[in-house]
């Protein structure tokens, strides 16, 4: 019996570390999909270093990059909703792990020296 303990100990210890594993694969992993409400609206800011193309050019082109990491369509060119603040809105909804990927995205990303800033995300009837 002895002998066979120091193998149950290792058995233990392999399926503890792989149901680690699997828990921490599982709560990092990229589901995509579509939520279940009918839209998500982003309301969004910009900054810019030095862009000389304009508000509406810098907004589309860092929000038609972040939207092309998740791989969504069906989504509306930003329209302006204040100073140099732009709202989105995408169409189904998108779901918890994919609005925390666009955030980051959007806050995150430089794309010639424009960056954003979510000021709102939410999901709801359309």
């Not at 392999?14 to 599982?26: D, F």
């Given at each position: 019996?002895?002998?066979l303990r120091p193998?149950?100990?290792f058995v233990v210890a392999?399926?503890?570390?792989?149901?680690?594993?699997?828990?921490?694969?599982?709560a990092t992993e990229y589901h995509g999909g579509a939520g279940?409400?009918?839209q998500t609206t982003?309301?969004?800011?910009?900054?810019?270093?030095?862009?000389?193309h304009g508000d509406a050019f810098?907004?589309?082109?860092?929000?038609?990059?972040?939207?092309?990491?998740?791989?969504?369509?069906?989504e509306d060119e930003p329209a302006p909703a204040g100073e140099r603040?732009?709202?989105?809105?995408?169409?189904?909804s998108l779901p918890d792990d994919t609005r925390r990927r666009l955030r980051g995205c959007i806050e995150d990303l430089v794309v010639?020296?424009?960056?954003?800033?979510?000021?709102s995300m939410y999901s709801g009837a359309a």
């Open positions: 019996m002895k002998a193998l149950l100990v392999v399926a503890v570390v792989l149901g680690g594993v699997h828990l921490l694969q599982e279940a409400e009918a982003v309301l969004f800011s910009i900054k810019d270093n030095d862009f000389h810098a907004a589309t082109a860092l929000w038609q990059t972040c939207i092309a990491t998740i791989g969504w369509t069906g603040t732009y709202r989105a809105v995408l169409r189904p010639n020296h424009v960056k954003g800033n979510v000021v």
